[in-house]
């Protein structure tokens, strides 16, 4: 086995292939762009190498600067994670030549079913069913526009390397293909370095479901069954689960034995994802990914095995430690994947420091798997992921309850997250009835996108008991310092000159103002809020953690102040409060109607407007990269161009304004 490993990648993939190779013994390397010098995956290995500054394709894209880290640092063999260079066949060879084992299958595999055009080939003569559409050579717009006629409309545009849903564009009308080509060649171009794309025809709300594979250089090949990833947004997976609910034992065996016999037809090692499309009865081949997948986690927890181990142990040239006799389905597992990003804003990524970071306990029926800590900053260069949750129980039922309740512990400020958005799906009745397919998120978006709900009796009662415990401790504090500390200016118990002992708090919640009157008690305090009269007292902890009794009720929350609000973080709900101050009233400034701002820090890729155009509602004005994905900005209103601040290749700051943009009166 090998001694010492390197990992090209970041994050929760390092992370993760490193918690395997710390326990089989194998010291770990970790490289590290200028924007993760700090980052949780370089203070968790053995030792790092930095490889570049921030963008990808200047560090964990640079195939020569990571296999130069891996051979100064004496590693025997490369692991690549999943994403990154993790299916670049070139970085492959490059590991062999330089004398390093690289942990994945052969260049040659990679290049026959890393394309997505290749593998397609594979697939026909080995008789899998083929989702209709055009996989040939000629990438010129006439051949792939004539290819999508001929294919019939709705078409997926899809990058032939890679995969995340990156270089990704559904077109419904022919006038469409010319932008849409365009747009997801430059998104797969920045993501892979591979701007080839096929043309599929789009099958509306299908399921996703993909089956695990191996295979080892003794000739063993075998699959780990099946996981449904049909619960996406933007064609990025959302939450996997396995087994695929209501899939039968006969469809589970011929979609096994295809899965098999296209690795074998290429000559694969290693492990592998052969993906399909199903509809009703029917299942087609999509594409194969030649590397270990996000939703491995599931996998693992239904089985019992470590896929990473599998991956050493077969790189190393031991056989696969069983065979498909010896494997069983046991019970059912679930994936929820956490990313920083506004799912009231079209998903859209979100950057900043990681202020608050809560996550429930790990143990036999609850896998953590993340690489980021409280205080990271998020930032736009890499995929905004930031952990998984992965829960297990004996049947699915049970294991829905339990992903319902791990989320409900899950607290983040800091960078919008989707963790409501996945509660809202695991709460979903749909879901639970195992409802699901790549329509999901679509179809029953406005029940899991609900209006913000004003804030309960309770969080109120909670941010005026933790805002009066965070005023007792600091009028402790002064006393202490004070050359007078029994003067009566320094008691706690609400007392004031010619005043009844009792206060006013006063808290903005979203547009309204929320008014609790606190009347002092030996004991602790009564809140006259909106729904009645509470009694209430408790401990605030340093760390925020607030241990609170409501009318005799115990309730556990925690408070962080977080750019001026208190914010009460309750199991399945957040709660931004900021409290007025009656002497002095913050006006809020307002962008005015003609400014078109950066949903985010970024990059900007195109311009398509000039000063004095006159453009139409909707009209795309401007497009920006960030994160690996790219983000229109559209007219608001019918108006005109009144100046355009930024061009092509220009950075820009989140709030930035980019066009001076009048509307017609």
Request: one cysteine or more; charged letters at 25%.
């Given at each position: 086995?090998?001694?010492?490993?390197?990992?090209?990648?970041?994050?929760?993939?390092?992370?993760?292939?490193?918690?395997?190779?710390?326990?089989?013994?194998?010291?770990?390397?970790?490289?590290?762009?200028?924007?993760?010098?700090?980052?949780?995956?370089?203070?968790?290995?053995?030792?790092?190498?930095?490889?570049?500054?921030?963008p990808a394709a200047e560090s964990y894209l640079n195939i020569e600067a990571i296999v130069a880290a891996?051979?100064?640092?004496?590693?025997?063999?490369?692991?690549?994670?999943?994403?990154?260079?993790?299916?670049?066949?070139?970085?492959?060879?490059?590991?062999?030549?330089?004398?390093?084992?690289?942990?994945?299958?052969?260049?040659?595999?990679?290049?026959?079913?890393?394309?997505?055009?290749?593998?397609?080939?594979?697939?026909?003569?080995?008789?899998?069913?083929?989702?209709?559409?055009?996989?040939?050579?000629?990438?010129?717009?006439?051949?792939?526009?004539?290819?999508?006629?001929?294919?019939?409309?709705?078409?997926?545009?899809?990058?032939?390397?890679?995969?995340?849903?990156?270089?990704?564009?559904?077109?419904?009308?022919?006038?469409?293909?010319?932008?849409?080509?365009?747009?997801?060649?430059?998104?797969?171009?920045?993501?892979?370095?591979?701007?080839?794309?096929?043309?599929?025809?789009?099958?509306?709300?299908?399921?996703?479901?993909?089956?695990?594979?191996?295979?080892?250089?003794?000739?063993?090949?075998?699959?780990?069954?099946?996981?449904?990833?049909?619960?996406?947004?933007?064609?990025?997976?959302?939450?996997?689960?396995?087994?695929?609910?209501?899939?039968?034992?006969?469809?589970?065996?011929?979609?096994?034995?295809?899965?098999?016999?296209?690795?074998?037809?290429?000559?694969?090692?290693?492990?592998?994802?052969?993906?399909?499309?199903?509809?009703?009865?029917?299942?087609?081949?999509?594409?194969?990914?030649?590397?270990?997948?996000?939703?491995?986690?599931?996998?693992?927890?239904?089985?019992?095995?470590?896929?990473?181990?599998?991956?050493?142990?077969?790189?190393?040239?031991?056989?696969?430690?069983?065979?498909?006799?010896?494997?069983?389905?046991?019970?059912?597992?679930?994936?929820?994947?956490?990313?920083?990003?506004?799912?009231?804003?079209?998903?859209?990524?979100?950057?900043?420091?990681?202020?608050?970071?809560?996550?429930?306990?790990?143990?036999?029926?609850?896998?953590?798997?993340?690489?980021?800590?409280?205080?990271?900053?998020?930032?736009?260069?890499?995929?905004?992921?930031?952990?998984?949750?992965?829960?297990?129980?004996?049947?699915?039922?049970?294991?829905?309850?339990?992903?319902?309740?791990?989320?409900?512990?899950?607290?983040?400020?800091?960078?919008?997250?989707?963790?409501?958005?996945?509660?809202?799906?695991?709460?979903?009745?749909?879901?639970?009835?195992?409802?699901?397919?790549?329509?999901?998120?679509?179809r029953h978006l406005a029940d899991l996108l609900p209006e913000a709900a004003p804030a309960s009796d309770?969080?109120?009662?909670?941010?005026?008991?933790?805002?009066?415990?965070?005023?007792?401790?600091?009028?402790?504090?002064?006393?202490?310092?004070?050359?007078?500390?029994?003067?009566?200016?320094?008691?706690?118990?609400?007392?004031?000159?010619?005043?009844?002992?009792?206060?006013?708090?006063?808290?903005?919640?979203?547009?309204?103002?929320?008014?609790?009157?606190?009347?002092?008690?030996?004991?602790?305090?009564?809140?006259?809020?909106?729904?009645?009269?509470?009694?209430?007292?408790?401990?605030?902890?340093?760390?925020?953690?607030?241990?609170?009794?409501?009318?005799?009720?115990?309730?556990?929350?925690?408070?962080?102040?977080?750019?001026?609000?208190?914010?009460?973080?309750?199991?399945?709900?957040?709660?931004?409060?900021?409290?007025?101050?009656?002497?002095?009233?913050?006006?809020?400034?307002?962008?005015?109607?003609?400014?078109?701002?950066?949903?985010?820090?970024?990059?900007?890729?195109?311009?398509?407007?000039?000063?004095?155009?006159?453009?139409?509602?909707?009209?795309?004005?401007?497009?920006?990269?960030?994160?690996?994905?790219?983000?229109?900005?559209?007219?608001?209103?019918?108006?005109?161009?009144?100046?355009?601040?930024?061009?092509?290749?220009?950075?820009?700051?989140?709030?930035?304004?980019?066009?001076?943009?009048?509307?017609?009166?």
């Amino acid at each position: 086995m090998f001694r010492k490993v390197l990992i090209a990648n970041r994050g929760e993939i390092a992370c993760r292939i490193m918690r395997t190779a710390r326990r089989m013994g194998i010291a770990t390397v970790a490289v590290y762009s200028d924007a993760d010098a700090e980052a949780a995956h370089v203070a968790q290995a053995d030792e790092a190498r930095r490889v570049g500054p921030a963008p990808a394709a200047e560090s964990y894209l640079n195939i020569e600067a990571i296999v130069a880290a891996a051979r100064g640092a004496g590693a025997q063999a490369v692991h690549p994670g999943y994403g990154f260079l993790a299916e670049n066949a070139d970085f492959a060879e490059a590991c062999i030549a330089a004398g390093l084992v690289f942990v994945g299958p052969p260049p040659a595999a990679i290049r026959a079913l890393g394309s997505k055009a290749s593998a397609k080939e594979i697939m026909a003569k080995a008789g899998v069913p083929l989702v209709p559409g055009y996989h040939g050579a000629a990438q010129d717009p006439e051949t792939l526009a004539q290819a999508a006629a001929g294919t019939g409309y709705p078409v997926l545009i899809k990058a032939s390397a890679g995969g995340g849903g990156k270089g990704m564009r559904v077109v419904e009308r022919p006038q469409d293909f010319a932008a849409a080509l365009e747009a997801a060649r430059r998104e797969a171009r920045a993501a892979f370095g591979d701007d080839r794309v096929i043309i599929e025809s789009y099958l509306e709300h299908p399921r996703h479901i993909e089956i695990q594979v191996f295979a080892d250089a003794h000739g063993n090949t075998l699959h780990l069954f099946e996981r449904d990833c049909s619960i996406q947004r933007r064609h990025q997976k959302v939450i996997e689960e396995a087994p695929a609910p209501g899939l039968r034992a006969a469809r589970r065996a011929e979609m096994g034995a295809a899965a098999v016999a296209a690795a074998k037809a290429s000559g694969y090692l290693g492990a592998g994802t052969v993906e399909f499309l199903c509809r009703g009865d029917d299942f087609y081949f999509m594409e194969m990914n030649t590397r270990l997948q996000v939703e491995h986690s599931v996998t693992e927890m239904i089985t019992g095995q470590d896929l990473v181990e599998w991956q050493f142990r077969v790189a190393a040239g031991q056989a696969l430690p069983c065979g498909q006799d010896d494997l069983a389905i046991r019970g059912h597992a679930i994936e929820a994947r956490i990313y920083a990003e506004d799912p009231a804003k079209d998903f859209l990524p979100s950057t900043g420091r990681l202020a608050h970071l809560r996550l429930p306990a790990e143990g036999p029926h609850l896998r953590i798997d993340i690489g980021v800590r409280e205080g990271d900053e998020v930032t736009v260069h890499y995929d905004p992921m930031l952990a998984k949750v992965t829960v297990w129980d004996r049947n699915r039922k049970a294991a829905v309850k339990r992903l319902r309740a791990a989320l409900g512990e899950v607290q983040i400020l800091g960078p919008a997250n989707n963790v409501a958005f996945l509660a809202a799906i695991a709460g979903h009745p749909a879901f639970g009835a195992g409802a699901v397919d790549t329509g999901f998120i679509a179809r029953h978006l406005a029940d899991l996108l609900p209006e913000a709900a004003p804030a309960s009796d309770e969080a109120l009662a909670l941010a005026s008991l933790a805002e009066l415990l965070h005023r007792r401790r600091d009028t402790e504090a002064r006393a202490r310092r004070s050359a007078d500390p029994h003067s009566p200016w320094h008691q706690t118990d609400g007392w004031r000159l010619n005043a009844e002992t009792q206060v006013r708090l006063s808290f903005r919640d979203g547009e309204r103002e929320v008014a609790v009157m606190v009347h002092y008690r030996p004991d602790g305090f009564a809140f006259d809020l909106p729904g009645g009269r509470a009694e209430a007292r408790g401990t605030l902890g340093p760390d925020g953690v607030l241990l609170a009794e409501l009318d005799g009720r115990r309730v556990t929350g925690s408070i962080v102040r977080h750019q001026g609000d208190i914010v009460v973080l309750l199991p399945g709900g957040i709660h931004r409060l900021r409290l007025v101050d009656p002497l002095r009233a913050a006006a809020e400034e307002e962008a005015g109607p003609g400014r078109l701002t950066a949903p985010m820090p970024g990059k900007v890729i195109q311009v398509h407007v000039s000063p004095g155009e006159e453009v139409e509602r909707g009209a795309p004005l401007m497009v920006i990269e960030a994160m690996k994905m790219e983000h229109a900005i559209s007219a608001p209103a019918d108006g005109k161009i009144a100046r355009v601040l930024y061009a092509a290749g220009d950075l820009v700051e989140e709030g930035a304004e980019l066009i001076a943009f009048e509307t017609e009166e």
